[in-house]
Each structure stands twice: as structure tokens, then as C-alpha cells.
């Protein structure tokens, strides 16, 4: 069989199949690597407090790696951009977002405040930290929400959406966080609201098994590359022993006459 397998044919066929091979077995660790990936914990490094630029830049997209990382970050809130959302958890009928002004930066970055339970009481505690003095905010840090998650009911909102905000903030100028910080409850007190119920996130994921099953499903398919080629090469083989079998036998009778 073997003496079949080393022709031209045969040897650019196998070659063709090892390439198949290759291909899946490639795909097979791509799968296999993000099944380990997606089973590991994300790094606990959110309970060490960092100033926010140390974390993220204004423009750059929050990461789920540092959402509810523990940021401080100073400026100042402008008055008038109070936004008020609702249907929110973590406490109140309004969650109150402030419009903070970064003093390192001079980047813009939504800072939800806390919440009351009366509307007016909520607006009255935006405009209360937004006297023109400066204010240093700690809370924890989480990437933007989309404008698309607004859970939105006769002209109220719910998302922390920055993507709204530049179109509702009177003051701005085109430098946002891309992001927002959900204040502890010193900012909330000097707001005169409610703290916002928030805590260290969960880190705790589970092994992808479906990455798993799909990292076999290739190695089997690589596996079967190679094995065609060889039934393919065996069949071949086989069907020249039977011809020349059959040629032998033909050859018998004919010369049985003579």
C-alpha cells in the first residue's frame, strides 16, 4: 500500500490534508484558548483606589477588566447639568448625575451623585454640589451604557448614556470620559442624598465549555483530514490488487487451452 502512497498523486493529496490539518488544529487552540480565558477570573484589583486618570483616559473606552474599579477624581460640577434617571437599583425612586468637570484633565465625566425618592429633592441635590467649589469624588468606576438600554417612560430615562449627555450638557467641550463613577457616600452627604448601594464586583465566571466541545470538534476534523487520505490511499491500493487479480484469473483459463 505504501508503494501506492509515495506517488505524485498520492504525496500532494497528503500534503493538501496535512494543510487541512493544520488549519483545524489552529482553530482547535484558538476555541481551546478562549474557553481557558473566559474560565479565569478577571484580576481583583478594584479594591486598591486610584486616581481616575491612572485608570483611563478621556476618549478611551471602559474595559469590563476595570468596571467597578475604585477611582478619586477632582473638579468641579456645573450647574445646570443636573440629569435625573429612574428604574435604577441601588436605592431611590431618582438617581441623581452630576456633570463633573475633571481639574486634571478638564474632562467631562458623569458622576452619579445618589438618589431621593421625590424628584425635586433629587434635582435639588445636583445643584447643591455644583456651587463652583471643588470637589474630590471617590466611588468606583464603570464603562459607559448605551442610549439603547433606556428604559424610557414619559420623558425620563435610565441609563448612564455619555452618548446623551453631549447632546443635553450645556457646558462641554468634546473631552468625555468614556465612562462614569458612582459615588460613595461622602458625595452623596455633602448632596444631602441617598448613597448609592454599590459594592466590589463579582469576579467569579465559569469555564466555557462550549469553547471546549467546539476546540475538540476541530482536532477531530484535523484528525479526520488525515484519515481520509489514508482510506482514500487504501482504496486505491485495494482496487489495484483486485484488477490485478482479476487479470490473473483471466489469464489462467486462456492459458489452460493451449
Sequence with gaps: MWAVARRPKWIALLVLALVLAGVFAGLGKWQLERSIANGTPLPETTETQKPLQDVTQPGQA??????????????????????LLTGRSGGGTYQTVGHLV???????????????DERR???????????????????????????????????????????????????????????????????AKAADLGTIADRAPTREVQFDWLNLFYAIEWVVFAGFAVFLWYRFVKDAWEREQEDAQDAAAATEPAAAHR
Excluded: C, H
Design 62 to 83: 471602559a474595559s469590563e477588566t476595570i468596571a467597578g474599579q475604585k477611582v478619586s477624581v477632582t473638579g468641579r460640577f456645573v450647574a445646570g447639568d443636573t440629569t
Design 102 to 116: 475633571d481639574a486634571a484633565s478638564g474632562a467631562s465625566v458623569p458622576v452619579v451623585i445618589g438618589w431621593a
Design 121 to 187: 429633592a433629587a434635582e435639588a441635590g445636583g445643584e447643591r454640589v455644583a456651587d463652583g467649589a471643588e470637589l474630590t469624588v471617590e466611588g468606583r468606576y464603570y464603562p459607559a451604557e448605551s442610549p439603547d438600554q433606556d428604559a424610557y417612560t414619559k420623558g425620563e430615562f435610565s441609563a448612564v448614556a455619555p452618548a446623551r449627555f453631549v447632546n443635553t450638557w450645556k457646558a462641554f467641550d468634546d473631552r468625555m470620559y468614556i465612562g462614569y463613577v458612582v459615588a460613595d457616600g461622602s458625595t
